[in-house]
């Protein structure tokens, strides 16, 4: 954090370290939720001694992120913060792609850069893709199944902003990971989640209910993607360390930083989000074919024929499978599919694969991973401009025998002989879940599940279907 503290000396600010007992998160008895009680007492050490004032603005980096919400969810879960501005640089707020390959491979990628990003095993699995912790802050400070606003961010108490980079640290690219800085998905450095409840024990299995999980903070929060800047030098703030020769390009990590903390009050704060909007609406166009985007590329990147892959948007989505008891499904599958217009939407494992389906594994999903420690968590990671170009899969793969509309297909396998899943007349039930059209109804896009750059949480609720033998009453004789 050297060379971001020295720049914000240089601009006037007061800066002081946080050390967290030296920070031992390689120690494997140590959890995030450890580093956030620490986290408490040595802020309130430092403001009875003067090192820290009543308020103050923080700023975290990678790993950062969930110990610092993980302090706020659990000290200030309805606001109270002494935080005015959060600002997370390259923020793991929804894991990162690293945390599975374990230590070995870490050493080798981020160690080199010293103290980058360094977990043992309980951070390791606070960081994998898909765990319980992510989903529990996130249920504190932004998303809430049952209509609860309370949060410990918003636009007039503590808030939060978020800057990542689109580059990629050098050598990583041989990890074939997509839209991600090196070390986390775009999508999962964005604190601005989806959540849904998927209710097959509720309505039908082509049509089950479905629950929109309610926001808790702001709106939005402040957003930027930075096509000239990787998980490290994202906390560089000179422009020599951008990999882009354009002045403007390369200086404006400098001018976000700073605008981040000069907020003062909600309109600031809407104003500064709208401008960050325009930043990663910029960085979108580097992925675009087209004269307008070859000029982009030629002016950031150095020529109009770079590579605009990276640029891709993603979609991250985190599946969660239970039975309508709550006990986890662990056994079962995941596909893309789309409903057919005929209303026959009954699908099942056992029938032949479609061109549609094949179409969608190949080309809109680039990964699928099943949390270690809970395997009832599936995470995906989907190629929204596969999805939404005019030649991707909503808008020329779907003949007119289907829906223009994106969905998930699950089959569940029964446990055993006594309990079934979806039915009792079948050993494998399968249910249809939508996940997005080719257009929305609301013009303004807020009947979507599936957003720009975005997390999105589900839980699917499964029957469970028990035979009669499980409990049974006879008469004496």
Same mark, same amino acid.
Request: contains cysteine.
């Given at each position: ?41 040595? *802020? ?70 010293? !103290? ?60 074939? @990971? ?18 849904? =409840? ?7 299995? %082509?049509?089950? +209910? ?5 926001? !808790? ?15 490290? %030098? ?17 200086? !404006? ?62 979609? @991250? ?15 079962? @599958? ?43 968590? +599936? ?9 939404? @170009? ?6 020329? =793969? ?11 297909? *699950? ?15 079948? !050993?494998?039930?399968?249910?249809? *879940? ?26 699917? *609720? ?16």
């Amino acid at each position: 954090m050297a060379e971001i503290g020295h720049f914000l000396t240089g601009h006037g600010y007061q800066t002081a370290d946080l050390f967290l007992g030296g920070y031992p998160s390689m120690a494997d008895d140590v959890h995030v939720a450890d580093s956030a009680r620490r986290m408490q007492a040595v *802020i309130t050490e430092m403001q009875g001694d003067g090192r820290l004032p009543p308020r103050f603005h923080l700023i975290v980096h990678s790993t950062g992120a969930l110990v610092a919400r993980r302090w706020l969810a659990d000290t200030y879960p309805q606001g109270g913060a002494p935080v005015d501005n959060l600002l997370m640089l390259a923020p793991a707020n929804f894991g990162s792609p690293l945390a599975t390959l374990g230590r070995s491979m870490l050493t080798r990628i981020i160690k080199g850069w010293k !103290r980058g990003f360094q977990t043992g095993t309980e951070f390791l699995h606070a960081l994998e893709l898909g765990s319980c912790l992510q989903q529990d802050i996130a249920l504190v400070d932004r998303l809430s199944p049952d209509g609860d606003t309370a949060s410990p961010f918003s636009a007039t108490g503590t808030r939060p902003f978020v800057i990542v980079g689109a580059a990629q640290i050098p050598g990583t690219q041989i990890l074939d @990971q997509e839209a991600w800085d090196g070390t986390v998905r775009i999508a999962s450095a964005n604190i601005d989640p989806q959540g849904m =409840t998927v209710d097959f024990s509720q309505g039908s299995l %082509t049509e089950p +209910r479905l629950t929109k999980w309610t926001r !808790r903070g702001p709106d939005a929060t402040p957003f930027a993607v930075l096509p000239d800047r990787h998980h490290l %030098t994202v906390l560089r703030p000179a422009a020599k360390r951008s990999s882009s020769k354009d002045p403007a390009t390369a200086g !404006r990590l400098a001018r976000l930083i700073l605008d981040a903390l000069a907020v003062e009050d909600a309109a600031g704060y809407g104003r500064v989000a709208d401008e960050w909007l325009a930043v990663c609406n910029e960085t979108r166009q580097l992925a675009q074919d087209g004269e307008e985007a070859d000029a982009l590329r030629a002016r950031i990147l150095g020529r109009a024929s770079a590579s605009k892959d990276r640029f891709n948007e993603f979609y @991250q989505i985190v599946v969660e499978a239970v039975d309508d008891s709550g006990l986890p499904v662990q056994d079962y @599958q995941l596909w893309l599919t789309a409903p057919r217009v005929s209303g026959r939407n009954r699908v099942s494992a056992g029938k032949a694969i479609t061109r549609i389906e094949i179409d969608a594994h190949n080309n809109l999903l680039k990964s699928v991973h099943r949390n270690r420690r809970n395997g009832e968590r +599936r995470v995906l990671h989907l190629d929204r401009r596969a999805l939404m @170009q005019s030649e991707g899969f909503l808008r020329k =793969t779907l003949t007119k025998a289907y829906e223009p509309v994106l969905a998930a297909a *699950i089959t569940a396998v029964s446990p055993g002989d006594k309990i079934a899943y979806f039915s009792a007349n079948s !050993r494998e039930g399968t249910g249809l *879940i939508r996940l997005r059209a080719q257009s929305s109804s609301d013009p303004g896009g807020a009947d979507r599940f599936l957003r720009r750059y975005a997390t999105h949480f589900m839980r699917v *609720i499964i029957p469970r279907v028990l035979d009669d033998d499980v409990f049974t009453v006879r008469p004496l004789d």
